[in-house]
């Protein structure tokens, strides 16, 4: 079973409007991390966000909110105010950490291309 | 502060021959973190270095691949003899250890070494 579920191969969204990027996750371990990146066309991997699995509030960035909804496992990316340089691939990850505290390794999604629309 | 940096930035050989891949983590970041990312599937782990010991080498796809960490500097990933399927992009990451919280360590990509074997 995947861990990391990204539905959307690819998504489109018009400048200056707000999109939401789906990423549901499977874990059984209460300690966990959730992380979002992006990879514009340059292929570099570019950290986004943040979301613990104890915090109580979701995570934000500058445009960037993490929409986390623990009991559905589901963490997605709502980033506001679209700009044309937002245009890249994006991944969700996430770490456990299992009861021997050494796994430390992403567990990626397949990712979703999102398009921005001038 | 400089980030992770990765040599080459694109690799062609012949099946059969073999490749170097280097990494340079951020100065000071104790674990460093191999991925692979094959044409069209997920981002996958291949090994964990703490400093210079291999922590995690489970996602390592066979004994073709070797992996070092001299000095707990830099490390090297070498294909040797590299097969068709080797192909991808190969990324390096390094996080900063948290301790008891290692779930939430934040890893920072490298721009990625494109292999192409033909």
């Known amino acids: 079973a995947q861990k990391i579920t990204q539905t959307q191969p690819g998504m489109f969204v018009q400048e200056k409007e707000a999109v939401t990027l789906d990423c549901t996750y499977d874990?059984?371990?209460?300690?966990?991390?959730l992380f979002w990146y992006k990879q514009p066309s340059s292929g570099e991997m570019i950290f986004l966000i943040y979301q613990g699995s104890y915090d109580q509030q979701n995570a934000t960035e500058g445009r960037y909110s993490l929409n986390f909804q623990k009991a559905r496992k589901s963490a997605n990316l709502v980033i506001s105010a679209s700009q044309l340089g937002d245009s890249a691939m994006y991944f969700c990850a996430m770490r456990e950490l299992n009861s021997g505290g050494s796994n430390y390794k992403l567990t990626f999604g397949k990712g979703t291309l999102l398009t921005v629309n001038p | 502060e400089a980030g992770v940096t990765q040599f080459p930035s694109h690799s062609v050989i012949e099946k059969g021959q073999t490749v170097t891949l280097r990494c340079d983590p951020i100065s000071g970041h104790d674990n460093l973190y191999w991925y692979r990312r094959v044409m069209g599937k997920e981002i996958k782990f291949l090994l964990h270095f703490v400093k210079e010991s291999k922590q995690d080498e489970s996602g390592m796809p066979n004994n073709r691949f070797l992996a070092e960490r001299t000095g707990g500097t830099y490390s090297t990933l070498k294909v040797q003899p590299a097969e068709l399927e080797d192909s991808g992009v190969y990324f390096c990451?390094?996080?900063?250890?948290?301790?008891?919280?290692?779930?939430?360590?934040?890893?920072?990509f490298g721009p990625g070494t494109r292999l192409l074997v033909l």
């Open positions: 874990t059984s371990d209460p300690s966990y991390g």
């Open positions: 990451a390094s996080s900063q250890p948290l301790g008891g919280k290692g779930y939430r360590e934040t890893q920072y």
